[in-house]
Nanobody, 115 residues
Framework: QVQIVESGGGLVQPGGSLRLSCVAS????????MGWYRQAPGKQRELVAT???????NYADSVKGRFSISGGNGKNLAYLQMNNLKPEDTAVYYC?????????WGQGTQVTVSS
């Protein structure tokens, strides 16, 4: 079993920055992918960014050039640096981890971009 915990959300003004953190614990394997997804009110959950073993990353077009995903120094970590935030980035942000074909999700952290 794997537990996922996100942190770092909050209220920020347009143009501001936030850094989200995700920590996975439990039965951690060395081959994995971790990702950030978001869900705005009334919308489906959508991909934001992913990172896999070896450091390969993938981004949604809407966040390219503004957001950056990284794994830090541990194979159980995923950070999402969000710069130049826009009101349309407002959503609950979820972290997930995929290993051995199983997807584990966290509870989410709210990000609100508003003046």
């Amino acid at each position: 079993q794997v537990q996922i915990v996100e942190s770092g959300g909050g209220l920020v003004q347009p143009g501001g920055s936030l850094r989200l953190s995700c920590v996975a614990s439990g039965s951690i394997f060395s081959i994995y992918a971790m990702g950030w997804y978001r869900q705005a009110p009334g919308k489906q959950r959508e991909l934001v960014a992913t990172i896999a073993t070896g450091g390969n990353t993938n981004y949604a077009d809407s966040v390219k050039g503004r957001f950056s995903i990284s794994g830090g120094n541990g194979k159980n970590l995923a950070y999402l640096q969000m710069n130049n935030l826009k009101p349309e980035d407002t959503a609950v942000y979820y972290c997930n981890r995929v290993q051995r074909g199983i997807v584990y999700w966290g509870q989410g952290t709210q990000v609100t971009v508003s003046s």
